[in-house]
């Protein structure tokens, strides 16, 4: 599959958000950071931003639901207008209903799971997810190291999609630079968050096809 950069606009400014997505017209997906103070120590955007971000940008938003409660929340962002919902592992107490729902509502339906979290468990759900995303950090934060511990998760990841056709993404996020792209290219990954390493960079743009460009090295 081919790559995609998905920008996280956790290291954007978010007073500027319209201009910050107009920023990186060469990516593929706007990754869309939600959390909730609960399931991360942390709080950012929910629905309303979602909304005006939709029609502010024409790139499709990726929205990555760290919040405690997605069952009750994701169908709404699919309503919303995301392209893609993700949805935690650790957190969702009825994943195939709500992955279903989401995909019901015409958005790409995701899986995360934590780095601490391992993937076989969920091979059940494969049928239910167009999107696993392995994090590379705890979640929570931009700007952190990337865990090289992930790695061998990333290829258990890379051949249960294989045996189950190979359509289902397998998406990266935390610490994703051009420094560490290649690494998780050659694992399996195919879909790479960058936040810092992009709104960070001088040029998100340029940084956008630096990333793109790492990880074609490895991908051909
Ligand atoms: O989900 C996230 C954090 O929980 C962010 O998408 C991620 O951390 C991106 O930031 P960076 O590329 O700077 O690590
Ligand atoms: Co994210």
Known sequence: MAVQISPSILSADFARLADEAAAVPNADWLHVDVMDYHFVPNLTLGLPVVESLRKATSLPLDCHLMIEDPDRWAPAYAEAGAGSVTIHAEAAKAPVRT????RSLGARAALALNPGTAVEPYEG??????????????PG???QGFLDMVLPKIRTARSLVERHGGEIWIQVDGGITTETIERVAEAGADVFVAGSAVYGAGDPSAAVDA??????????
């Open 125 to 138: 759900l494969f049928g239910e997810i167009d999107m696993l995303l392995l994090m590379t950090v705890e």
């Open 211 to 220: 990333l793109r460009a790492q990880a074609e090295t490895v991908t051909g």
């Open 99 to 102: 992955l279903r729902q989401i």
């Open 141 to 143: 934060f931009g700007g």
